[in-house]
T-cell receptor, first 106, second 112 residues
Framework: KNEVEQSPQNLTAQEGEFITINCSYS?????LHWLQQHPGGGIVSLFM???GKKKHGRLIATINIQEKHSSLHITASHPRDSAVYIC????????FGTGTSLTVIP | EAGVAQSPRYKIIEKRQSVAFWCNPI?????LYWYQQILGQGPKLLIQ????????DSQLPKDRFSAERLKGVDSTLKIQPAKLEDSAVYLC??????????FGSGTQLSVL
């Protein structure tokens, strides 16, 4: 069993739709990261959370420490949001989810 | 602000050959990470440095992989000898301690 589980694995949306990607983890953590990886590109860190909620532009990340769950929301999605979104947690070690592949269709 | 620099961008070698990757983190970032990302999987941490000391190398295959960060700045990751299953993207990241990660563009390794 993976320490970090993401859902869905794949997601296709129409431009403008509201998107939610979920992350659940089973270990004690000090922080949770949401990362974005474009095809053939490097990885960009979107958020680092230890509690509550953070917002950056059209992206919102929330975390519930008690439930060991985090969500990444994208409002008014756009084709340039198409990428793999990876959840990672840091505690005693780094654990990564396998990613959610998002495709936004114009 | 300059990002995390990695080289080479691509490398193709035959099995049993040796290969080395280089990473220059963001200036001032004490923490440096090397990750291996196999196609279709999430990144796997290979080694974490704090300045020039190793914090975590529990998932580093030490029989063939080695890494160093001698002066606490740039770092090299070496594979000797390479196996087919080492084909992956090798990512370097850095951070101020406990802060947001910054990733390099990675080195894509193909072992034939």
């Amino acid at each position: 069993k993976n320490e970090v589980e993401q859902s869905p694995q794949n997601l296709t949306a129409q431009e403008g739709e509201f998107i939610t990607i979920n992350c659940s983890y089973s270990v004690g953590i000090s922080a949770l990261h949401w990362l974005q990886q474009h095809p053939g590109g490097g990885i960009v860190s979107l958020f680092m959370l230890s509690s509550g909620k953070k917002k950056h532009g059209r992206l919102i990340a929330t975390i519930n420490i008690q439930e060991k769950h985090s969500s990444l929301h994208i409002t008014a999605s756009h084709p340039r949001d198409s990428a793999v979104y990876i959840c990672a947690v840091t505690g005693n070690q780094f654990y990564f989810g396998t990613g959610t592949s998002l495709t936004v269709i114009p | 602000e300059a990002g995390v620099a990695q080289s080479p961008r691509y490398k193709i070698i035959e099995k049993r050959q040796s290969v080395a990757f280089w990473c220059n983190p963001i200036s001032g970032h004490a923490t440096l990470y090397w990750y291996q990302q196999i196609l279709g999987q999430g990144p796997k941490l290979l080694i974490q440095f704090q300045n020039n000391g190793v914090v975590d190398d529990s998932q580093l295959p030490k029989d063939r992989f080695s890494a160093e960060r001698l002066k606490g700045v740039d770092s090299t990751l070496k594979i000797q000898p390479a196996k087919l299953e080492d084909s992956a993207v090798y990512l370097c990241a850095s951070s101020l301690q406990g802060e947001k990660l910054f990733f390099g563009s990675g080195t894509q390794l193909s072992v034939l």
